[in-house]
T-cell receptor
Framework: NAGVTQTPKFQVLKTGQSMTLQCAQDMNHEYMSWYRQDPGMGLRLIHYSVGAGITDQGEVPNGYNVSRSTTEDFPLRLLSAAPSQTSVYFC???????????FGPGTRLTVL | AQRVTQPEKLLSVFKGAPVELKCNYSYSGSPELFWYVQYSRQRLQLLLRHISRESIKGFTADLNKGETSFHLKKPFAQEEDSAMYYCALRPYNFNKFYFGSGTKLNVKP
């Protein structure tokens, strides 16, 4: 039981490049979410999903896309990276939105 | 709009001293409140939630709806309590979470 896994751990992009941050969980959780963590601002919700095929926007969705084709996977796509997207990204999952969230190890992204 | 405020960025106490990490929130409806903790080189994890009314690792937190606060308390701090602590709010029956900016607790020997 690996819990919540995220890849890659580190990534450096140039402005305008695109990439996908991967998130997977093996706990059969319905609720999955993406956060970004910035100094002095805590964690901010980017997008979330309450089940396969269902996604919705969080607090800071601009510049990010998500999809949920399976229960296990919830990738986060940056379509055209900007320096303002330099951050640490966390994926989390829980049985339902009201249950304990389990966090992944994070991806540190730098956009030059 | 929902908002969670943790006024202290850094809190330093000596081992054995009481500790209180402050959390204030703004939300007009019924909130669910949580404390999450991130120890060095570990993942963010749930410490406690107000609906369970548990004491975890000696920590307690009481939801005060009148003062809109959910302060985290421990009577005797230990060095292993040193970590980053985040207060979080979920509006009841909604699927979004709102986190505070975090308080770094440093327990000195």
């Amino acid at each position: 039981n690996a819990g919540v896994t995220q890849t890659p751990k580190f990534q450096v992009l140039k402005t305008g490049q695109s990439m996908t941050l991967q998130c997977a969980q093996d706990m059969n959780h319905e609720y999955m979410s993406w956060y970004r963590q910035d100094p002095g601002m805590g964690l901010r919700l980017i997008h979330y999903s309450v089940g396969a095929g269902i996604t919705d926007q969080g607090e800071v969705p601009n510049g990010y896309n998500v999809s949920r084709s399976t229960t296990e996977d919830f990738p986060l796509r940056l379509l055209s990276a900007a320096p303002s997207q330099t951050s640490v990204y966390f994926c989390a999952s829980s049985r339902t939105s009201g249950d304990t969230q389990y966090f992944g190890p994070g991806t540190r992204l730098t956009v030059l | 709009a929902q908002r969670v405020t943790q006024p202290e960025k850094l809190l330093s106490v000596f081992k054995g001293a009481p500790v209180e990490l402050k959390c204030n929130y703004s939300y007009s409806g019924s909130p669910e409140l949580f404390w999450y903790v991130q120890y060095s080189r570990q993942r963010l994890q749930l410490l406690l939630r107000h609906i369970s009314r548990e004491s975890i690792k000696g920590f307690t937190a009481d939801l005060n709806k009148g003062e809109t606060s959910f302060h985290l308390k421990k009577p005797f701090a230990q060095e292993e309590d040193s970590a980053m602590y985040y207060c979080a709010l979920r509006p009841y029956n909604f699927n979004k979470f709102y986190f505070g900016s975090g308080t770094k607790l440093n327990v000195k020997p």
